[in-house]
């Protein structure tokens, strides 16, 4: 997918000028959170963020390319997230969810100081999911701004259940088929290790269309251990559908873009 000609969608490609011009005249920042953790023993620790940025940059390009009235910059992706459940595997750097909340808050307000009232905190990581949430609220409580915040595959949800993703596997999942096929779609030039393979149980209850955050949080102390460090099946994984997937969830994200962009600011 291709930036719209003359269009320079990367915050830090702008000078300090530019990006005023563009918080006085109402532009959507987006910023994608990643992590970067233990995906398996096959796949790279980058996963994550790279998910997040490459879904961002698309969906921001995509959203011009339907509405070229609309101003769009996507920040750089802050690539560490909350992860500490991953921590024992190795490959992973963590921050605490306190410092990492604060980290959040502290882009957004500098954001903010910027001059920018738009903001879509674009979340990549299950384990940002809650405190990504936290900073929009908060944001929004001290400053008269709009900021929405999301996971990627709860935005495009709907969508890709229409696709049947869900039939395939459960998303996101963690190094589980759909990580596993966005990474062969998107870094196609990286060699995977040998792709482990989990097969479904026959017994297993059919695909659960709810979405990964429901009404309750579940928490256990061996979740992670127990499965070795990723769930469902690698390896139906194609980059085929992956590359599918990955469509899917861009034309979802950038149409949620074009509505922040489009929403009208409070006082102030």
Same mark, same amino acid.
């Given at each position: 997918?291709?930036?719209?000609?003359?269009?320079?969608?990367?915050?830090?490609?702008?000078?300090?000028?530019?990006?005023?011009?563009?918080?006085?005249?109402?532009?959507?920042?987006?910023?994608?959170?990643?992590?970067?953790?233990?995906?398996?023993?096959?796949?790279?620790?980058?996963?994550?963020?790279?998910?997040?940025?490459?879904?961002?940059?698309?969906?921001?390009?995509?959203?011009?390319?339907?509405?070229?009235?609309?101003?769009?910059?996507?920040?750089?992706?802050?690539?560490?997230?909350?992860?500490?459940?991953?921590?024992?595997?190795?490959?992973?750097?963590?921050?605490?969810?306190?410092?990492?909340?604060?980290?959040?808050?502290?882009?957004?307000?500098?954001?903010?100081?910027?001059?920018?009232?738009?903001?879509?905190?674009?979340?990549?990581?299950?384990?940002?999911?809650?405190?990504?949430?936290?900073?929009?609220?908060?944001?929004?409580?001290?400053?008269?701004?709009?900021?929405?915040?999301?996971?990627?595959?709860?935005?495009?949800?709907?969508?890709?259940?229409?696709?049947?993703?869900?039939?395939?596997?459960?998303?996101?999942?963690?190094?589980?088929?759909?990580?596993?096929?966005?990474?062969?779609?998107?870094?196609?030039?990286?060699?995977?290790?040998?792709?482990?393979?989990?097969?479904?149980?026959?017994?297993?209850?059919?695909?659960?269309?709810?979405?990964?955050?429901?009404?309750?949080?579940?928490?256990?102390?061996?979740?992670?251990?127990?499965? %070795?460090?990723?769930?469902?099946?690698?390896?139906?994984?194609?980059?085929?559908?992956?590359?599918?997937?990955? %469509?899917?969830?861009?034309?979802?994200?950038?149409?949620?873009?074009?509505?922040?962009?489009?929403?009208?600011?409070?006082?102030?």
């Amino acid at each position: 997918m291709s930036v719209p000609a003359g269009r320079r969608l990367r915050l830090d490609e702008h000078n300090r000028s530019e990006l005023r011009a563009m918080a006085d005249g109402g532009a959507l920042v987006v910023v994608p959170l990643g992590s970067t953790e233990q995906h398996g023993p096959h796949l790279p620790v980058g996963t994550d963020f790279w998910h997040a940025e490459i879904v961002a940059r698309h969906a921001a390009a995509a959203a011009i390319d339907v509405a070229p009235d609309l101003s769009i910059v996507v920040a750089p992706t802050l690539p560490f997230g909350s992860a500490e459940m991953h921590l024992p595997f190795g490959g992973t750097i963590s921050l605490p969810a306190d410092l990492y909340l604060r980290v959040v808050m502290a882009v957004g307000e500098s954001l903010v100081t910027a001059g920018f009232r738009r903001l879509y905190l674009l979340n990549g990581h299950g384990g940002n999911h809650e405190l990504v949430t936290v900073a929009a609220r908060d944001l929004a409580q001290r400053n008269p701004i709009v900021c929405v915040a999301g996971s990627w595959w709860n935005v495009a949800f709907d969508a890709l259940v229409a696709d049947g993703a869900h039939a395939v596997a459960p998303f996101p999942g963690h190094a589980g088929a759909f990580e596993t096929a966005f990474v062969r779609a998107a870094r196609p030039e990286l060699p995977l290790d040998e792709v482990p393979v989990r097969p479904i149980p026959p017994d297993a209850a059919p695909p659960d269309e709810r979405r990964l955050y429901d009404l309750e949080r579940i928490a256990r102390h061996d979740f992670w251990s127990a499965m %070795d460090g990723y769930t469902d099946d690698p390896s139906l994984g194609t980059a085929e559908w992956g590359a599918r997937s990955l %469509d899917v969830s861009v034309e979802a994200v950038a149409r949620r873009f074009e509505a922040t962009a489009r929403m009208e600011l409070p006082p102030g």
